[in-house]
T-cell receptor
Framework: SQTIHQWPATLVQPVGSPLSLECTVE??????LYWYRQAAGRGLQLLFY??????ISSEVPQNLSASRPQDRQFILSSKKLLLSDSGFYLC????????????FGDGTRLSIL | AQKVTQAQTEISVVEKEDVTLDCVYE???????LFWYKQPPSGELVFLIR??????QNEISGRYSWNFQKSTSSFNFTITASQVVDSAVYFC??????????????FGSGTQLTVLP
């Protein structure tokens, strides 16, 4: 069966520090991969999605970037964190060729001090 | 552009009551998909159901049921005989079918359901 792993679960970082959140999927090939942010107020905002290795689409301009170095690995990064980057970050995957449901990881709670 | 509205921000019910969570969507596509997700306090999003725009049959899964009505662009979710473990934030989401890159979901703002013992 497919599983998605996201880490770390919680992270506290100072303003201006770099960020790297990692997400890996097991049990499926060529998944679509997504990064979402859930800020206070619960709204879920799509940040990036990827349909294949090295293919990244950005939904909103921001301080963050994403990379997909391997088929089942999706990384969210920042060179310098801002206070506004605080939030709950969720990685998700879906089946590549069909409009299947998205399945989410456990999320990372990021607090910027 | 697609949009999902969950007008109910918070709902509180007493255990064993039935509760309906509303979802209204907007899309210009004739082919689209609707979803419901549950987010318990632990934070992860749990997939509950997917429905495509050509299937208006209502669905029941245990205590959960969904009422899809294209005429009113609604996809409401009912929990029968609610339990404390149903307490969570519930999200409705929409994915359009015609756009080549539209594998992304548009989420509603969520409804916080609290079931009191």
């Amino acid at each position: 069966s497919q599983t998605i792993h996201q880490w770390p679960a919680t992270l506290v970082q100072p303003v201006g520090s770099p960020l790297s959140l990692e997400c890996t999927v097991e049990g499926t090939s060529n998944p679509n991969l997504y990064w979402y942010r859930q800020a206070a107020g619960r709204g879920l905002q799509l940040l990036f999605y990827s349909v294949g290795i090295g293919q990244i689409s950005s939904e909103v301009p921001q301080n963050l970037s994403a990379s997909r170095p391997q088929d089942r690995q999706f990384i969210l990064s920042s060179k310098k964190l801002l206070l506004s980057d605080s939030g709950f970050y969720l990685c998700a995957w879906s089946v590549g060729q069909r409009r299947g449901p998205q399945h989410f990881g456990d999320g990372t709670r990021l607090s910027i001090l | 552009a697609q949009k999902v509205t969950q007008a109910q921000t918070e709902i509180s019910v007493v255990e064993k009551e039935d509760v309906t969570l509303d979802c209204v969507y907007e899309t210009r596509d004739t082919t689209y998909y609707l979803f419901w997700y549950k987010q318990p306090p632990s934070g992860e999003l749990v997939f509950l159901i997917r429905r495509n725009s050509f299937d208006e049959q209502n669905e029941i899964s245990g205590r959960y049921s969904w009422n899809f009505q294209k005429s009113t662009s609604s996809f409401n979710f009912t929990i029968t005989a609610s339990q404390v473990v149903d307490s969570a934030v519930y999200f409705c989401a929409l994915s359009e079918g015609s756009s080549g890159s539209a594998r992304q979901l548009t989420f509603g703002s969520g409804t916080q359901l609290t079931v009191l013992p």
